[in-house]
């Protein structure tokens, strides 16, 4: 049979590459998948506004501070 379910994932807010391993890709809420994105790989950061960036997408400059590489076109 098929049948539609909802699943949710976790994508780069800035590029949208979608987080996936070998062992998560798609859960049953929003909220576990923030918590499987952001505490299974650290190289991903979710923002206090909750936006959420792949590792290609941000940096810490050499003040602390939060870098958003620029969207492209």
Known sequence: MIEK???Y???CDNCGEHYSTD???LVDSDREAIEETVNADQSWFKTDDG???CPDCWSVDNSGNLVIRPKED
């Open 5 to 7: 379910i909802e699943v």
């Open 9 to 11: 994932g976790c994508s």
């Open 23 to 25: 062992e998560y890709d």
């Open 51 to 53: 936006k959420h960036y």
